[in-house]
Nanobody, 123 residues
């Protein structure tokens, strides 16, 4: 009943920028924390950034000063602005939304994940 649609990935040169978007669909009642994770080949999935309902943000040390996470509650969306991209940023990026949806008149909690969008940073 809840789906997350990601967009914005692609191929970019080192030093370039990309903006990732993730929009949740369904009867969303509220969204607590939204975040972005990434997984590089042969590595574990790691947190890139997240943002709480009161707009507190948290970033991985490797992306501080380069990435900015934001949210739009009216659109059930979370964004990741990525600047000064490096080859080591290459990974599949997954959005995550910890939310409550209304299903059959009942509130249900979901830990929802997007399908992943590929980011390749290469010259």
């Amino acid at each position: 009943q809840v789906q997350l649609a990601e967009s914005g990935g692609g191929l970019v040169q080192p030093g370039g920028s990309l903006t990732l978007s993730c929009v949740a669909s369904g009867s969303i009642f509220s969204i607590r924390t939204m975040g972005w994770y990434r997984q590089a080949p042969a590595k574990e999935r790691e947190l890139v950034a997240d943002i709480t309902s009161d707009l507190t943000t948290n970033y991985a040390q490797s992306v501080k000063g380069r990435f900015t996470i934001s949210r739009d509650n009216a659109r059930n969306a979370v964004y990741l602005q990525m600047n000064a991209l490096k080859p080591e940023d290459t990974a599949v990026y997954y959005c995550n939304q910890d939310l409550t949806a209304v299903v059959a008149g009942l509130k249900r909690d979901y830990d929802s994940w997007g399908q992943g969008t590929q980011v390749i940073v290469s010259s």
